[in-house]
T-cell receptor
Framework: NAGVTQTPKFQVLKTGQSMTLQCAQD?????MSWYRQDPGMGLRLIHY???????DQGEVPNGYNVSRSTTEDFPLRLLSAAPSQTSVYFC???????????????FGPGTRLTVL | GQQVMQIPQYQHVQEGEDFTTYCNSS?????IQWYKQRPGGHPVFLIQ?????EVKKQKRLTFQFGEAKKNSSLHITATQTTDVGTYFC????????????FGKGTKLSVKP
């Protein structure tokens, strides 16, 4: 199994550009999520999904869109990039749903995004 | 909103010294997880604690969950250079939708 994969690994954007960060998992996990990691801020939840066709907002959703058309894929779209979105983005998945008592999260390798 | 506070933010130790990081929640947690992130890497799951007062050990690492299920700690005995990284706790609030709330992490550096 490849686990959780993310592309690209690095990306530089200009303010106002849009792009999609890709995330895929091959573990048949129900739950998938996107986090951003900024220095001193830990991991903050952007959006999450409890299954195909179901998504919801996390702690910091503004400026981002997601969709979940399949179990495997959970892309994150930046609509109009801003310098404040410079960050490291991690996608994660877990077997258990939100009410599962055991839901270890498997993280992808991350995408390092710089917005100029 | 709920916060999960983690202290200290940084810890520098000499190799062989012990290390502890603490995690405190403003509300009762249904469980708590711990993750390790090596420099330049991604968070990797270490353990989950569910029961009040639970203690689990992984070699030199000891994890505790408080009796009130509002706090937790990770203790590393006799640190090694391989322990370098940032340790995060992540809690799930009782009765919540279930999303994890991550602490800001403790960055551990070990001087050989």
């Amino acid at each position: 199994n490849a686990g959780v994969t993310q592309t690209p690994k690095f990306q530089v954007l200009k303010t106002g550009q849009s792009m999609t960060l890709q995330c895929a998992q091959d573990m048949n996990h129900e739950y998938m999520s996107w986090y951003r990691q900024d220095p001193g801020m830990g991991l903050r939840l952007i959006h999450y999904s409890v299954g195909a066709g179901i998504t919801d907002q996390g702690e910091v959703p503004n400026g981002y869109n997601v969709s979940r058309s399949t179990t495997e894929d959970f892309p994150l779209r930046l609509l109009s990039a801003a310098p404040s979105q410079t960050s490291v983005y991690f996608c994660a998945s877990s077997y258990g749903g939100l009410r599962s008592s055991y839901n270890e999260q498997f993280f992808g390798p991350g995408t390092r995004l710089t917005v100029l | 909103g709920q916060q999960v506070m983690q202290i200290p933010q940084y810890q520098h130790v000499q190799e062989g010294e012990d290390f502890t990081t603490y995690c405190n929640s403003s509300t009762t947690l249904s469980n708590i997880q711990w993750y390790k992130q090596r420099p330049g890497g991604h968070p990797v799951f270490l353990i989950q604690l569910v029961k009040s007062g639970e203690v689990k050990k992984q070699k030199r690492l000891t994890f505790q969950f408080g009796e009130a299920k509002k706090n937790s700690s990770l203790h590393i005995t006799a640190t090694q250079t391989t322990d370098v990284g940032t340790y995060f706790c992540a809690g799930r609030r009782v009765g919540s939708q279930g999303n994890l709330i991550f602490g800001k992490g403790t960055k551990l550096s070990v001087k050989p």
